[in-house]
T-cell receptor
């Protein structure tokens, strides 16, 4: 039974055309993360939500935004995708943050592979 | 900044061989350490973890010991199976106030029958 679901699994968009990737979870976890994984590289954290609080990593480009309308759903918006944004985007959840008497396991979805043409 | 370094792949072994995948981390604080596995077409799954020095994480025949003196968390398995073929990621809590994970680049393991 899938606990972290990402849709779609594969997404093709055009250069400069906004695109939204979605993630949903059935775990009722407080924290939702978005990671970017480029080919043959390590996943890199873009941002996360702790409940409704948004936390952006310092080096995440402004081109990337996120929304979390409720506990279950979190969206990654890329306002103007460039060729360099082609990557696998991984959503993950955890019950709480590591600093709150963690660590807490992060549960990952299968990822969405984004192609920019 | 904090980082994780793991051996480059692909690593190709025969079934029942002994496996070691090396992982070292930068020694900022005392981070919790993890190994994640990614099977083809699936998301990352936690394989094992260790939260303090000398802890040994183990699962499905895999083991890794948190070595503070060598800042290492090498993954081992005594006898690999074809079904162990996957990409393995070593990771640490990012630390320094950051709340995510810092991953190594991943090691692609291929087990041949």
């Amino acid at each position: 039974d899938a606990m972290v679901i990402q849709n779609p699994r594969y997404q093709v968009t055009q250069f400069g055309k906004p695109v939204t990737l979605s993630c949903s979870q059935t775990l009722n976890h407080n924290v939702m993360y978005w990671y970017q994984q480029k080919s043959s590289q390590a996943p890199k954290l873009l941002f996360h939500y702790y409940d409704k609080d948004f936390n952006n990593e310092a080096d995440t480009p402004d081109n990337f935004q996120s929304r979390r309308p409720n506990t279950s759903f979190c969206f990654l918006d890329i306002r103007s995708p460039g060729l360099g944004d082609a990557a696998m985007y991984l959503c993950a959840t955890s019950r709480d943050l590591p600093k709150n008497r963690g660590p807490y396991e992060q549960y990952f979805g299968p990822g969405t592979r984004l192609t920019v043409t | 900044g904090n980082s994780v370094t793991q051996m480059e792949g692909p690593v190709t072994l025969s079934e029942e061989a002994f496996l070691t995948i090396n992982c070292t981390y930068t020694a900022t604080g005392y981070p919790s350490l993890f190994w994640y596995v990614q099977y083809p077409g699936e998301g990352l799954q936690l394989l094992l973890k260790a939260t303090k020095a000398d802890d040994k994480g183990s699962n499905k025949g895999f083991e890794a010991t948190y070595r503070k003196e060598t800042t290492s968390f090498h993954l081992e398995k005594g006898s690999v199976q074809v079904s162990d073929s996957a990409v393995y990621f070593c990771a640490r809590i990012s630390g320094g106030g950051a709340d995510g994970l810092t991953f190594g680049k991943g090691t692609h393991l291929i087990i041949q029958p």
